[in-house]
Structures are given as C-alpha cells and as structure tokens.
C-alpha cells in the first residue's frame, strides 16, 4: 500500500497566540525559512547565508541583526546543527520542518503575516481511524402524521405514510445521494401496525392496563397498508437508495419482561418476500427508544428481553428468507440512548454467539444540543461529544462481531429548531459528525430526515434543499463515491489519523482527513469562526498518487467551498448559488472546481470545504 504524508500548517487570525519576538520580527516554530541551504556553514549557495552557530534559536536574532555583511530580512535556527541562517533577499518560502525556528521582519518581508499563527497539523493514509460505510450518509423518514397534536405542525403531510413518493424532485434529489440508506422510524414505530387484511384502525390502548411499551399513544397510530409499503420499497428501488424499517417491538407485550406477539411482523416479512423487492431491504431494525427499562417498569422493555426478542427476530427472517430461497437480511437495534443497556445487551449476546448474518450491528440515537457561540457558529465543546460519544459506544463493539451504527441523529431533537436545523448552522454540526463518527469507527450515520421536521434535509413545502442536503451530498459524491458496477472492487473509503497542534476551540478550526474511495485524500475542513478567514497549506511529505489518465495533463487539488449567511437555509458552492428552484438540478462538481495546484487554500470564515488532493483537470 503506498502511503502518503501530509502537514497542514494553519494560519489563524488570533493576535494573543503569537509568539513574541523583538522588533518587528514574527516567530514561527517549526519552520524553516531556508530549505535549500546546505548542511554545512558556508556560503557558497546564494542567496542564503550561514551567520555561525548559537546555543538557542533566541541568540541566533541577535546574530543576525548584528550582521555587517547582510541585512537581517529573517533568519532560521536548524536543531541539529544549531547553524544560523539568513537570506540575501526578503523572500519568505518557509517549509514546515519539526524543531527549527524561523522569523521574519513583517515590515519588510512580504508574506510574513504579523496577525498570523502557524499550527501545524499531520496525517497519514497508513493510521487508519474507521470506515465510512457504502450506506452512507443515511437518511431517515419518520412516522409522524399531520393530525397529531404535538408534532403534525413539524411534519403536515411528509411522514412516510402521507407523503407524495411519486414527486419527481423528492425522487431526483434522494436518488443523488444513493446508494445511501433510508430508515424508516422514529417514535411512533411501536406504534404501526402492518394492516395485511385492511382491518386496521388507529386506537386503543394495549393488551395491559398498567402497561404501556410505546412512547407513542395510541396503541396503533398509524396503519402500514400493503399497497403504502409496496410504493415505498417502489420508492427505494427507483432512487437507488437501501431500506431499512424499524419494526414494532411493542406489539401484544404486557410487561417490561413479557414476549410480543410477532404475527404482525410475520404478516409484514410474508408480504415484503412475495413481492419481488425483498432485495431492496438493507437490513431491519427492532423498536425504537424503549429498550431501558428495569422488570418494574410501567413502558418499554428490559435490555435482557429485548435481546431474546431480537434474537427470534433474526431466526424468524431467516427461516421464511430461506424457505422462499432468498438471502435474509440481518437485524440491527435497538436505537435508543442509555449506555448502561446496551453494556448489558452486548454481554449477553456475546454468551449466545450471534452472527453477524442474523445480527448486524448496534445502534444508538444521539441529538446533542449544541448552541451557536458568540464568536463561533457552534460551540466546539458541544461538538465534541459527537466524537466522545461514538468512541464509547464504539468500543463496546471492539471484541464482538458487530458494528454500531448511529441510527438517528441531528443536532436538536422534537423535530429541530425552526430557523436552526434547517440553516446553514446546522450543516457546521453534520460536516462535524460525518467526520468525527467514522474517525470513531461509526461506519454508518443516519440523519433526521430526509423529509419532516424543522431538521429536514428538503423542504416539505418548496421540495428544494436545506443547507444539510448539500453536506450529505457533497460527501457522498468527493468521499464515498459509488461506482456502479464495482460494488465488490470499490474500497470502503477510510478516514485517517490526524495530528494537530492546535486547539478547535482556540483556532476555531476543525481538520478531518479521509482517503476516498478511489484512493485518493480529502480534507474536510470546517471554519467554525464567524469572522476570521483561515489559510490552511498543506505540505506532501511524499509524491501525491500519479495521475491514471495521462490524456488529462494538469494534477493537482479541487476544492470545494460551501458558504452563506449561517441563519440562512440558501447557501453557495465555490460561489455559485445552489438549488433555487423544485427539481433544478444539481451542478456537476468537476465544472465548478476550484482547480489548485498551490499548497494554499483559504477557508473562509463560517464556511465549510472539502479539498481532493490529487484531481485531474
């Protein structure tokens, strides 16, 4: 595997982080203002000049101000050979090199940017952090009806058992982020009744009196008809999207520790086989944000039971899949948020030895809250638990054959925040989570919704794309492209270890680094500061990939740049303005390129970029 290495020197607009220096001389540690001077003390390589030796970087300022043969434009201190060195002439072109000082005159010496800092940041393609699964960025549909009480304002008509899945701009836009996961769920899903014999009828209140198992009254909220279910695995072959559905894990439980009744469920897998398009579904989910309850609970389920039903689940698809002759499609859950349950969980199914064909993987929901600051778009202290959350929950599948998902997200929860999760803030919260949960080994991340809510991804009324969309998309198509065809030949793309000096909260700067999955590095870049630009350069350490297609000349950088007011749901691409209109179509990413081959690229304040290093052009 050939690998590459890459520093990342940061240039951030923070006077009170410089280092100080007398005169008008700007310090940068690490840095080497003269890397084609020789090794040995001499002059006979112009324009650079060898001043002598000093025991510290410190004295070797004074050496060069004291110089009667030069002018002391700047000058370098090498560690290893303490020698001091200057230039001829005022022309600044530092390299990142560990352990050197270098300095220069900012009155004289252009470049030499006296509001700067220099942070220095590296990765590798070798240390792998995680993968980013083929599914995603998922996507999510939610049950919520518009004549609910609390929540219809939120949705109106773009639940998935009401919204219009024939819409030619709904089908254009999801099918641009396939071959992405869509999840069906939410809260009322143990609440839906699968209605095979069209009897359903919405109501009631359970088989218990002093139980009840679903967050959401009544007992049948919405009515799944066979000819609804059909237009929706309809829906997904069209698009090129993956299903997933989360079954109704509460139906005929009594108590916290009773077994459900799985005719329901039955009734659903009988008909999804028969109907040509079981292939469609990815895998299924099992019951929604009920599974930490103790024995004496008056709703949910405990932990242990939910772990005996789900394995009759997977036995359960795995029969009728087979006796059809089908591949069955394993089961994941239990998508809920108490970490002691699912401490619990996994030491049990680690005793009864699942398998990742009947049990794919975990899954957790995660909204974290986060606020804008006063100088930053969002807080990176709130941020972060994106990143320290999926590691804990990561590690609990390390010696398991499982992965964990994270199976519903957003930033806020009860349907989002108008004029929060629909604008352009939020995308600084998504760019964040789609790089630090697979850095965290979160291989998939499903985002509240595709459509609904304040949170959603296309406006239910307009159908033209929020700010969000364009993060999915962007990642979809730059970090885990699809090729159709070689599916078994394309890598999963990997996100890598990054290294850095800095801290977000004080740079307001966060870094991650991906290889794609053509091999090739991506920068995900997110300019948190609402007023300070940011010139990130980058140095290869070794050669970037060689160009595949030689009828193509130039090779170097594309980068893509997303910007607009953060209270805004309208936002631009290397400045051109997106979507505007229902069903415009989205622009092709190799015509609107910034095409680069200087180490040099600014990220611009409250924006967020993706930088492809090694493109063709």
């Known amino acids: 595997m050939m690998t590459f290495f890459f520093v990342i020197v940061v240039l951030v607009g923070i006077l009170d982080m410089m280092l100080p220096c007398d005169g008008e001389f700007v310090l940068y540690p690490n840095v080497n203002a003269v890397p084609q001077a020789s090794t040995s003390c001499n002059n006979n390589n112009p324009p650079f000049v060898c001043l002598g030796t000093t025991e510290t970087y410190m004295d070797c300022q004074t050496m060069c101000l004291a110089s009667n043969t030069t002018t002391c434009y700047l000058w370098t201190w090498s560690p290893t050979t303490h020698h001091c060195w200057t230039r001829a002439d005022n022309s600044w072109l530092a390299e990142s090199w560990n352990g050197y000082y270098s300095a220069c005159d900012n009155s004289t010496v252009p470049d030499c940017a006296p509001n700067a800092f220099k942070v220095q940041a590296t990765y590798n393609t070798d240390r792998l952090l995680g993968h980013m699964d083929m599914l995603s960025p998922a996507v999510t549909f939610d049950f919520w009806l518009k004549n609910d009480t609390v929540y219809g304002n939120k949705w109106e008509t773009s639940g998935i058992l009401q919204v219009d899945l024939t819409d030619s701009a709904l089908m254009y836009y999801a099918s641009e982020l396939s071959p992405s996961l869509l999840r069906i769920g939410g809260s009322p899903e143990d609440s839906i009744f699968f209605d095979a014999t069209g009897g359903c009828v919405p109501g009631g209140s359970g088989p218990s009196s002093s139980y009840y198992c679903s967050q959401v009254r009544p007992y049948i909220y919405g009515c799944l008809h066979p000819s609804r279910w059909m237009e929706i695995l309809e829906f997904v072959q069209r698009t090129g999207l993956k299903l997933t559905i989360g079954l109704n894990v509460c139906y005929g439980r009594t108590s916290p520790t009773s077994s459900m009744d799985f005719s329901n469920i039955r009734a659903l897998l009988n008909f999804t086989i028969a109907s040509g398009l079981a292939d ?25 039971q939910w772990v005996s039903d789900v394995s009759g689940l997977a036995e359960l698809i795995h029969t009728m899949y087979t006796a059809a002759g089908l591949t069955p499609p394993p089961v994941a859950g239990p998508d809920d948020y108490d970490l002691n349950g699912y401490i619990e969980i996994v030491k049990t199914m680690k005793n009864m030895s699942m398998t990742p064909d009947r049990f794919l993987a975990l899954t957790y929901h995660q909204y974290p809250q986060c606020l804008p600051g006063a100088s930053l778009v969002l807080e990176p202290s709130c941020l972060e638990s994106l990143a320290s959350t999926a590691k804990a929950m990561a590690s609990l599948t390390n010696d398991t054959p499982f992965r964990m998902f994270a199976g519903e997200t957003a930033d806020h929860s009860g349907g989002g925040v108008l004029g929060v999760t629909n604008t352009f803030t939020s995308s600084f919260y998504y760019a964040y989570q789609l790089g630090a949960l697979p850095s965290n080994n979160i291989t998939l991340a499903a985002r509240q919704c595709l459509m609904g809510g304040y949170y959603e991804l296309l406006n239910k009324t307009t159908l033209i794309p929020n700010p969000d969309f364009y993060i999915a998309w962007l990642t979809r198509n730059l970090i885990n492209k699809y090729v159709p ?8 793309a990997r996100a890598i270890e990054v290294k850095v000096d800095f801290d977000v909260s004080t740079s307001g700067l966060q870094v991650f680094a991906f290889v794609n999955t053509e091999g090739v ?56 303005p997106l979507v505007t209109t229902k069903g415009e179509k989205l622009p092709q990413l190799d015509s609107i390129a910034i095409h680069s081959t200087s180490v040099i690229t600014t990220v611009q304040s409250s924006s967020i970029a993706y930088i492809v290093y090694g493109c063709l052009w």
Not at 485 to 492: A, Q, R, Y
Not at 527 to 551: M, Q
């Open 521 to 576: 590095p991506v920068v995900m870049a997110i300019n948190l500061n609402r007023d300070k630009d940011v010139d990130l350069t980058v140095y290869h350490y070794a050669p970037p990939p060689s160009p595949p297609d030689s009828n193509r000349m130039t090779f170097g950088n594309c980068e893509y740049h997303l910007r607009g007011d953060v209270d805004s749901n309208r936002v631009t691409l290397n400045g051109n």
């Open 280 to 304: 469609q579904i990815a895998f299924f989910e099992f019951g929604n944000e009920v599974t930490h309850a103790s024995p004496t609970s008056t709703s949910g389920l405990t932990p242990l």
């Open 485 to 492: 065809g070689k599916e078994n030949s394309t890598p999963l």
